[in-house]
């Protein structure tokens, strides 16, 4: 078991960790930057935001992913990227998940309906040995409602499964809890966000535990069912200091999962 009873570390997504323009002191659009923030928020666990993981312009994919390692950082995944309309850009998602030995790419696909829409990335799936994660972005967004969700998952092969996003799930309406029951075998990794509503339903983000999740419920189903993909915080509120929101959500999780140890 991890530390706190958990069989995954808690980890983050890197865009949590903002870039050149936010208000943190370092500038995390680099693996330098996201390296140095990384260890500023007590973490090992990057999911990585485009800039961090550049998988279109990079020329020395390996060069480029061990500096990660190099430094004790474990890349868990990457994304958020859209795949399935351009196979050559799609190889090079492809190529440099595999380089950075990624648990999954999280994604959005293209989707008709039809099952042939995935033939594309089903088939890089398979020839590359990577997993996709449907990243799910709330009510606002196509591939958010849960009957899109079901209608690709129903159609793919194994290799596609979720990224659930718990405060996204909220935004649509959903219960996280029995969404991660019902998915649960289809489950690669989670986005860790907890948000309240102003009285427009604009979605504010908060720290876990204080706003719609419940925390113990959603940490206790995790660890009674071994849960072992990636857990990645994830910010996007205002501006601000983006270390210390992500330290202080770090913290926050920690303290849940002491409680429910």
């Known amino acids: 078991m991890r530390k706190y009873g958990f069989n995954f570390d808690i980890g983050v997504q890197g865009y949590s960790l903002g870039g050149g ?3 943190t002191k370092i500038a995390c659009d680099t693996p330098e930057g996201a390296i140095e923030a990384m260890k500023a928020c007590g973490l090992t666990a990057l999911e990585a935001w485009t800039p961090q993981l550049n998988a279109l312009e990079w020329q020395d994919l390996n060069g480029e992913t061990a500096k990660y390692r190099d430094a004790g950082i474990t890349l868990t995944a990457a994304g958020s990227w859209g795949l399935g309309s351009d196979e050559a850009q799609d190889r090079k998602y492809f ?5 950075a ?4 790419i999280t994604c959005n696909v293209q989707w008709d309906g039809t099952k042939e829409s995935l033939a594309g990335v089903e088939r890089l799936a398979e020839e590359y040995d990577v997993r996709l994660a449907l990243h799910n972005h709330g009510r606002k967004h196509k591939q958010g409602s849960k009957w899109v969700r079901d209608e690709i998952l129903a159609a793919a092969s194994d290799r596609i499964g979720l990224c659930l996003d718990v405060g996204w799930l909220l935004d649509s309406g959903e219960n996280p809890e029995e969404a991660l029951a019902t998915y649960y075998d289809r489950i690669f990794g989670i986005h860790m966000r907890d948000c309240a509503f102003d009285r427009a339903g604009k979605f504010i983000d908060v720290v876990p ?4 999740l419940d925390m113990p419920k959603l940490l206790g189903i995790l660890k009674e069912r ?6 990645s915080i994830e910010y996007a509120g205002p501006e601000q200091d983006r270390v210390k929101v992500v330290r202080e959500r770090a913290e926050a999780i920690r303290s849940f999962g ?4």
């Open 21 to 23: 323009k936010s208000k």
């Open 95 to 99: 190529a440099c998940a595999k380089a």
């Open 101 to 104: 030995g990624l648990q999954a």
């Open 209 to 212: 535990g204080t706003g719609n």
């Open 226 to 231: 071994g849960f072992s993909g990636y857990f």
């Open 258 to 261: 002491q409680a429910t140890a």
